[in-house]
């Protein structure tokens, strides 16, 4: 940290940050130190903004949190799926708009961690019927997170889907998955190459 006296105010050089004080440079920061990092790096991009700083200390948060309710003996897997994390949102720097991937990574991984270790208020589970050969049921979470999320489970597998904006109804996808809702009512999708599967809950199965 650097100081200097600038007509008559005190100006702080704090991790590549200029400020006029230390708690805006510490209110700007990201949760690492911006001292030593590469220039045109994801990293670098984080220091320089703002509002990638704040959801790097969120999501620094967050992922603390996760890791104390997991407990130390068995973190593990956490850990080495949050350094494949890292490695992901790096390779924005490859992207046309570097800043936007990297928003979208922040946002997502946060709402991942809430939802999936449970550190937000949840709805459900919510359970739809399915019209597909083998009478699937759906057992739907809905997670109250920015994006907001839901965790599907079927056939003893959970999938984490983030809600989609713009569209009529809410629509959750994840990579080549969807769960698109509208009052009960809902088209599921596995993958592009699958067929959309139709499914209700109980209340909308019984007024047919």
Not at 119 to 140: H, I, N, S
Not at 188 to 206: A, H, M, Y
Request: charged letters at 20%; hydrophobic letters at 40%; aromatic letters at 10%.
């Amino acid at each position: 940290m650097v100081r200097y006296i600038f007509l008559g105010f005190r100006l702080i050089v704090f991790g590549g940050l200029v400020c006029w004080n230390l708690s805006a440079c510490l209110a700007a920061s990201p949760s690492y130190s911006c001292s030593k990092v590469k220039e045109g790096s994801i990293e670098a991009l984080v220091c320089a903004d703002e509002s990638l700083a704040a959801l790097d200390r969120q999501l620094a948060g967050v992922y603390a949190q996760a890791i104390a309710r997991l407990g130390e003996d068995r973190s593990m897997e956490l850990r080495i799926e949050q350094r494949g994390w890292i490695r992901s949102r790096d390779a924005c720097s490859k992207t046309a708009e570097p800043q936007l991937c990297a928003l979208r990574q922040y946002s997502q991984r946060i709402a991942e961690l809430q939802a999936t270790y449970r550190l937000v208020p949840m709805t459900g589970p919510v359970l739809f019927f399915c019209e597909d050969p083998a009478r699937t049921k759906l057992y739907v979470t809905y997670y109250a997170t920015d994006p907001a999320t839901i965790i599907v489970e079927h056939h003893n597998q959970f999938t984490l889907m983030y809600l989609e904006p713009g569209m009529s109804g809410a629509r959750y996808v994840r990579k080549s998955q969807s769960f698109w809702e509208h009052q009960g009512e809902a088209l599921v999708s596995w993958g592009f190459d699958l067929p959309e599967i139709q499914c209700r809950t109980r209340s909308q199965k019984n007024a047919r």
